[in-house]
T-cell receptor
Framework: AQSVTQPDIHITVSEGASLELRCNYSYGATPYLFWYVQSPGQGLQLLLKYFSGDTLVQGIKGFEAEFKRSQSSFNLRKPSVHWSDAAEYFCAVGAGGAQKLVFGQGTRLTINP | NAGVTQTPKFRVLKTGQSMTLLCAQDMNHEYMYWYRQDPGMGLRLIHYSVGEGTTAKGEVPDGYNVSRLKKQNFLLGLESAAPSQTSVYFC?????????FGPGTRLTVT
């Protein structure tokens, strides 16, 4: 069965610093991979997605993610974080029919001024 | 274009009461989903629908029922609420495998 692991429950970075959030997946075939962001009290918003092709994917708000098949990873990166990036981030993998997704447990990002 | 909307935003129920959560989408998506979100557990799929008139069980369906009488609406029902159903409920619709989420309903069962 498909699964997603986000090893870091909580990460704190300083404003202007670079960011990398880790995501590892378990899936037999080529996965469909996603990153979502959830601001406090809000629903989830799609940041970016990977289906095939170029392994470096650009998303909204200056985020990018890199698919590495050999490491079963899909890490999210941003060169310089802003205070408004404080939120919870979820990695997800496509899970078979009906376009279902399996989500990781999330990583909460705190930004220090 | 409102996207995905959910009604109500907040609700407090007593144990044993019933209620229905409404999800509506105006994007003409075939697939719709109900999730619950609990601290440290991410999102778990309750039920989903692949089109009007269809429903199917997800990962945690017990205690919930759903209906999809119209393509744009997906209803989640709790027949006899229990404290374990205290959670934040999210509805989503999907196109091309990308899911679009509503703002959520915070439900407390006392």
């Amino acid at each position: 069965a498909q699964s997603v692991t986000q090893p870091d429950i909580h990460i704190t970075v300083s404003e202007g610093a670079s960011l990398e959030l880790r995501c590892n997946y378990s899936y037999g075939a080529t996965p469909y991979l996603f990153w979502y962001v959830q601001s406090p009290g809000q629903g989830l918003q799609l940041l970016l997605k990977y289906f095939s092709g170029d392994t470096l994917v650009q998303g909204i708000k200056g985020f990018e993610a890199e698919f590495k098949r050999s490491q079963s990873s899909f890490n999210l990166r941003k060169p310089s974080v802003h205070w408004s990036d404080a939120a919870e981030y979820f990695c997800a993998v496509g899970a078979g029919g009906a376009q279902k997704l399996v989500f990781g447990q999330g990583t909460r990002l705190t930004i220090n001024p | 274009n409102a996207g995905v909307t959910q009604t109500p935003k907040f609700r407090v129920l007593k144990t044993g009461q019933s209620m229905t959560l409404l999800c509506a989408q105006d994007m003409n998506h075939e697939y719709m989903y109900w999730y619950r979100q609990d601290p440290g557990m991410g999102l778990r799929l309750i039920h989903y629908s692949v089109g009007e008139g269809t429903t199917a069980k997800g990962e945690v369906p017990d205690g919930y029922n759903v209906s999809r009488l119209k393509k744009q609406n997906f209803l989640l029902g709790l027949e006899s609420a229990a404290p374990s159903q205290t959670s934040v409920y999210f509805c989503a619709s999907s196109y091309g495998y990308a899911q679009y989420f509503g703002p959520g309903t915070r439900l407390t069962v006392t």
